[in-house]
């Protein structure tokens, strides 16, 4: 009995094993070049899983640049997005453009039935944001936001510790940073540096850059509440630098029984994507991706705790994208549409609060 259940056992394991090598990749394109995050999903490319079948991309000089440095063809590239899509025919598109042309990309792409996956944040205005919306549930397709915390398995852990376990008790107050030295003293891309620095193209500067992560998980955090109001103060440190945005932000989110902190700067010392969440009877803070600290009711001093990235639903956003799109795992509440439309308002308010000095109401 036992050999004939090992057989059994085998057998289904060849047949999985299978699966997973006759699954078909995911066909998918890409829309602009100029988020240095593109190198994420160029990277990708050279693993099984996804088939590249198009670019839209109007700037020459910076396709053949990449073109050399990954291998992939010129002849993918296209100046004009619709007539790559029609052509095409891909089941997702990933946008790695300016954070405004967002809405242009699934105005075309959603009529065709293309799911569409972003850079955080969602959008540069909350009205595009739900027009958006709107499009992506009007025509059945997937419309994601990609923010590198949602691949920290720590994040994972720590709303596990909060909302699973509840050991720390109702969540009382939340403070995020995120950052780094500068896009320009990071050695950002010129073509990314162009947009990211630029009111329009990117909505803010840090306070959009960066502000999102916060906004993202706070709203993941308080399982989808918003704030019943919005604060923000920001800053010019380096004006020279930065001329037309600011460096420097500070949002303070209002909930009835809670607030989140945000801070979110280019003028932080060290790149860091942190946070801590504190409850009645404890706390737990994140380190970095697996790293955290967590101290609960009656213990005397706080332990180190280190997660597996596994705790997270994916190791990478395109892994998670294709595992989605073909059933395998439930969609996940970060990357979501819901969450992301409350992150866009919640930056929308901000920046209308920084300029006006005035607390936002959110409807």
Not at 152 to 166: F, R
Not at 192 to 213: E, H, I, K
Request: net charge neutral; glycine share 6%; charged share 20%.
């Amino acid at each position: 009995m036992l050999i004939r259940s090992l057989i059994l056992l085998s057998l289904l394991f060849a047949q999985i094993a299978i699966a997973q090598t006759t699954q078909k990749p995911l066909r998918v394109a890409i829309a602009g070049l100029s988020h240095a995050h593109v190198h994420e999903i160029l990277n990708r490319l050279k693993r099984p899983g996804l088939e590249l079948v198009g670019i839209y991309e109007t700037d020459r000089n910076r396709a053949a640049t990449l073109s050399k440095q990954y291998g992939f063809d010129m002849a993918l590239v296209s100046p004009d997005l619709k007539a790559m899509l029609e052509k095409t025919k891909p089941e997702a598109v990933l946008d790695f453009g300016p954070i405004n042309t967002h809405v242009t990309t699934v105005k075309v792409a959603a009529p065709m039935g293309i799911n569409i996956m972003v850079e955080k944040p969602l959008a540069t205005k909350y009205t595009d944001a739900v027009d958006m919306a709107a499009l992506a549930r009007k025509h059945k397709v997937q419309l994601l936001t990609n923010y590198e915390t949602t691949w920290y398995g720590s994040n994972h852990h720590a709303y596990a510790v909060a909302h699973t376990d509840k050991a720390i008790g109702d969540i009382r107050k939340i403070v995020v940073h995120d950052g780094h030295e500068g896009p320009k003293e990071i050695g950002c891309n010129p073509e990314f540096l162009a947009w990211l620095t630029d009111p329009v193209g990117n909505g803010a500067g840090a306070l959009f850059d960066f502000g999102c992560y916060g906004a993202n998980l706070s709203t993941w955090l308080m399982q989808g509440q918003k704030p019943l109001s919005v604060e923000a103060v920001t800053k010019q440190i380096k004006p020279d630098v930065y001329p037309k945005v600011d460096d420097d932000a500070t949002i303070l989110l209002n909930y009835p029984k809670a607030q989140s902190i945000i801070q979110a700067s280019w003028n932080w010392p060290f790149s860091r994507k942190d946070m801590e969440v504190y409850g009645q009877t404890g706390y737990v803070n994140t380190i970095d991706g697996t790293r955290m600290r967590i101290r609960l009711k009656g213990e005397k001093a706080e332990k180190a705790v280190e997660v597996p990235q596994s705790e997270a639903p994916a190791t990478d956003p395109f892994t998670y994208l294709s595992k989605l799109l073909h059933n395998e795992i439930k969609p996940d509440a970060l990357t979501s549409l819901e969450n992301n439309l409350i992150v866009v308002q919640i930056l929308d308010a901000a920046r209308e609060s920084a300029k006006t000095g005035r607390a936002v109401m959110l409807k």
